[in-house]
Protein backbone atom coordinates (compact mmCIF):
# COMPACT_ATOMS: atom_id res chain seq x y z
CA UNK A 1 0.00 0.00 0.00
CA UNK A 2 1.26 3.65 -0.28
CA UNK A 3 1.93 5.26 2.38
CA UNK A 4 -0.09 8.72 2.49
CA UNK A 5 1.21 11.59 4.49
CA UNK A 6 -1.05 14.07 6.30
CA UNK A 7 -0.81 17.34 8.89
CA UNK A 8 -1.31 17.67 12.54
CA UNK A 9 -4.83 18.48 12.99
CA UNK A 10 -5.72 17.61 10.04
CA UNK A 11 -8.61 14.33 9.47
CA UNK A 12 -7.61 11.49 7.86
CA UNK A 13 -10.84 9.17 6.12
CA UNK A 14 -9.46 5.50 5.31
CA UNK A 15 -12.11 3.22 3.88
CA UNK A 16 -11.66 -0.74 3.67
CA UNK A 17 -13.66 -2.54 0.67
CA UNK A 18 -14.43 -6.32 1.03
CA UNK A 19 -16.21 -8.01 -1.98
CA UNK A 20 -17.62 -11.18 0.11
CA UNK A 21 -20.54 -14.11 0.41
CA UNK A 22 -21.62 -13.96 3.05
CA UNK A 23 -21.18 -10.39 3.90
CA UNK A 24 -17.89 -9.77 6.10
CA UNK A 25 -17.77 -8.07 9.57
CA UNK A 26 -14.59 -5.80 10.18
CA UNK A 27 -12.37 -4.58 12.81
CA UNK A 28 -9.45 -2.00 12.73
CA UNK A 29 -6.27 -2.22 14.24
CA UNK A 30 -3.32 0.48 14.79
CA UNK A 31 -0.07 -1.62 14.85
CA UNK A 32 -1.23 -4.20 16.83
CA UNK A 33 -3.63 -2.82 18.87
CA UNK A 34 -7.48 -2.93 18.05
CA UNK A 35 -9.35 0.24 17.15
CA UNK A 36 -12.14 1.42 19.03
CA UNK A 37 -14.53 4.77 18.66
CA UNK A 38 -14.07 7.74 20.73
CA UNK A 39 -11.52 10.23 21.41
CA UNK A 40 -11.50 11.67 17.88
CA UNK A 41 -11.84 8.26 16.13
CA UNK A 42 -15.15 7.29 14.18
CA UNK A 43 -15.61 3.75 12.45
CA UNK A 44 -18.59 3.25 10.65
CA UNK A 45 -19.27 -0.20 9.01
CA UNK A 46 -21.71 -1.39 6.29
CA UNK A 47 -22.66 -4.59 4.39
CA UNK A 48 -19.52 -4.08 2.02
CA UNK A 49 -17.22 -1.46 3.54
CA UNK A 50 -15.95 0.07 6.56
CA UNK A 51 -15.00 3.63 7.35
CA UNK A 52 -12.74 4.75 9.81
CA UNK A 53 -12.16 8.42 10.44
CA UNK A 54 -9.43 10.07 12.59
CA UNK A 55 -9.72 13.51 13.47
CA UNK A 56 -7.33 16.21 14.61
CA UNK A 57 -4.45 13.84 13.86
CA UNK A 58 -1.75 14.16 16.37
CA UNK A 59 1.98 12.76 16.64
CA UNK A 60 0.32 9.82 18.26
CA UNK A 61 -1.73 9.22 15.40
CA UNK A 62 0.96 8.22 12.91
CA UNK A 63 1.46 4.66 12.06
CA UNK A 64 0.19 1.32 10.75
CA UNK A 65 -3.39 1.14 10.17
CA UNK A 66 -4.80 -2.37 9.52
CA UNK A 67 -8.57 -3.07 8.62
CA UNK A 68 -9.37 -7.17 8.92
CA UNK A 69 -12.21 -8.46 7.10
CA UNK A 70 -13.53 -11.34 8.36
CA UNK A 71 -16.73 -14.02 7.52
CA UNK A 72 -17.05 -17.98 7.81
CA UNK A 73 -15.09 -18.40 4.91
CA UNK A 74 -12.03 -16.54 6.99
CA UNK A 75 -10.21 -13.34 7.02
CA UNK A 76 -8.22 -10.84 5.13
CA UNK A 77 -6.70 -7.61 5.74
CA UNK A 78 -5.36 -4.67 4.12
CA UNK A 79 -2.93 -2.00 5.51
CA UNK A 80 -1.83 1.64 5.05
CA UNK A 81 0.58 3.84 7.16
CA UNK A 82 -0.48 7.29 8.30
CA UNK A 83 2.97 9.15 8.09
CA UNK A 84 3.48 13.06 8.78
CA UNK A 85 4.07 15.65 5.93
CA UNK A 86 7.53 16.64 6.13
CA UNK A 87 7.91 19.92 5.35
CA UNK A 88 10.75 21.32 2.90
CA UNK A 89 13.99 22.46 4.71
CA UNK A 90 15.27 23.94 1.55
CA UNK A 91 14.53 26.21 -1.44
CA UNK A 92 16.75 24.92 -3.54
CA UNK A 93 15.24 22.68 -6.44
CA UNK A 94 16.06 18.94 -5.92
CA UNK A 95 16.37 16.80 -9.09
CA UNK A 96 14.31 14.29 -9.48
CA UNK A 97 15.21 10.76 -9.63
CA UNK A 98 15.22 8.73 -12.77
CA UNK A 99 11.60 7.33 -12.91
CA UNK A 100 11.89 2.96 -12.21
CA UNK A 101 11.04 1.43 -15.93
CA UNK A 102 11.08 -2.32 -17.46
CA UNK A 103 11.57 -3.45 -20.73
CA UNK A 104 9.01 -3.62 -22.44
CA UNK A 105 7.64 -7.10 -22.54
CA UNK A 106 9.14 -8.06 -19.56
CA UNK A 107 7.15 -10.08 -16.91
CA UNK A 108 6.90 -10.70 -13.40
CA UNK A 109 5.05 -13.05 -10.73
CA UNK A 110 3.97 -12.67 -6.94
CA UNK A 111 3.64 -14.97 -4.94
CA UNK A 112 -0.21 -15.69 -3.56
CA UNK A 113 -0.20 -18.05 -0.39
CA UNK A 114 -2.26 -21.10 -0.58
CA UNK A 115 -4.59 -20.14 2.47
CA UNK A 116 -5.43 -17.34 0.49
CA UNK A 117 -6.16 -19.25 -2.54
CA UNK A 118 -9.96 -20.45 -1.47
CA UNK A 119 -11.10 -16.66 0.71
CA UNK A 120 -13.91 -14.80 -0.82
CA UNK A 121 -12.44 -11.61 0.35
CA UNK A 122 -10.59 -8.75 -1.42
CA UNK A 123 -10.30 -5.42 0.15
CA UNK A 124 -8.84 -2.32 -0.93
CA UNK A 125 -8.05 0.64 1.54
CA UNK A 126 -7.12 3.87 0.59
CA UNK A 127 -6.66 7.59 2.80
CA UNK A 128 -8.22 11.02 1.94
CA UNK A 129 -6.97 13.68 4.07
CA UNK A 130 -9.32 16.79 4.83
Request: proline share 8%; net charge positive.
Amino acid sequence: MKSHGIGLGRTALMRCEAAAVPSPTFEWYKGEKRITKGQGIDIKSLTSRSVLTVTNVTEDRYGNYTCVATNMLGKANASVPLIPIIEPTSTSAVPSPAPNTAPYGSTGSAHIPQACRYLVLALSSFISVY
